[in-house]
């Protein structure tokens, strides 16, 4: 093919949308550039014109393979052969690209679901503590992860001193939305290294695998090593203007008596005499209103029967 001869607009599609698909699946630095030209290109009078000034120049230095491949896709010394068709060009790319996120975003639950499903790892108290300053150095300047790991620090706070375990609500997009990076070292903390249990609460039925799942605290974490590791986390104040990821709340689900802290169950002990001193005075206290009631009512009963005579 000559530079300057004209083919159908079938055959510059169709090594358009190869371009677009290099670019989108295999991150190619020159069918990036190609597309950048196309879609910003100048129209006037009926003329799209390539604008090259503001390319890269590690991809001006590869003159030849970029005249060339434009030449495929219908475009010659800069001017679009076809420029009624532009529109179709634009089409072409949007739907490429639609396709690759899509895949992608199926991929992604797909390893999702089998990170969800893997089979825990066994963690010392040590390596957890290690771990968790791990994630938290590296994620806590992410936006998108700054509500989780304030949502993580809600969790083991209400844990403490409770007989029951705390329970964390959100949706499966929580790991997905923040990158694949994330999402690996999220589900890996929270089932790997600090040994949470999981339930979805509310399937997706849209198809997108974004499940209601309701996340439950270690039985395995007592309450001195929850301190430990409450103590890795930033300030609080740090999160001022964060909301916390999802619902956090206490379960119906027992916690082992031995991991809660000496402390919350002296304090109950303490609580308990008084508990019973105030059931046997409010006892009393009836008992005392009931005779009083019933003193009364003999002393009333005569003056009303001599009112009666």
């Known amino acids: 093919m000559t530079s300057g001869s004209l083919l159908s607009i079938e055959t510059y599609l169709k090594e358009w949308e190869n371009i677009c698909s290099n670019f989108y699946v295999n991150n190619d630095e020159l069918a990036g550039t190609i597309i950048g030209l196309v879609e910003f290109a100048s129209h006037s009078d009926e003329t799209i014109t390539l604008n090259f000034s503001d390319i890269d120049q590690t991809v001006a230095g590869k003159k030849e393979d970029l005249e060339k491949l434009l030449n495929k896709i219908g475009f010659v010394n800069g001017i679009m052969l076809l420029p009624q068709e532009y529109n179709k060009y634009l089409e072409a790319k949007r739907k490429i690209r639609s396709e690759f996120h899509h895949k992608k975003a199926t991929q992604l639950y797909e390893e999702l679901d089998r990170l969800l499903n893997s089979k825990p790892a066994q963690y010392t108290p040590l390596h957890r503590r290690s771990e968790l300053s791990t994630f938290i150095n590296q994620y806590k300047n992410s936006v998108g992860a700054k509500s989780f790991i304030k949502g993580l620090l809600h969790i083991f706070k209400l844990q403490l001193n409770q007989p029951i375990l705390a329970s964390w609500t959100f949706l499966d997009d929580i790991f997905t939305q923040n990158g694949p990076d994330f999402m690996r070292a999220s589900v890996n903390l929270l089932i790997n290294v600090l040994s949470f249990t999981h339930t ?101 009963k005569p003056s009303v029967s001599s009112e009666l005579v």
């Open 200 to 300: 979805v609460q509310q399937a997706d039925e849209s198809g997108q695998d974004d499940n209601l799942r309701t996340w439950y605290m270690s039985s395995l974490l007592s309450d001195s090593e929850i301190k430990l590791l409450i103590g890795i986390f930033p300030k609080e104040n740090t999160f001022n203007n964060v909301r916390a990821t999802g619902t956090i709340e206490l379960s119906s689900q027992q916690r082992p008596a031995e991991m809660i802290s000496s402390e919350g169950n002296i304090s109950k002990l303490c609580y308990l005499p008084f508990k019973i001193l105030l059931f046997w005075w409010s006892l009393a206290k009836l008992c005392l209103n009931f005779c009083s009631g019933i003193i009364g009512f003999k002393k009333n």
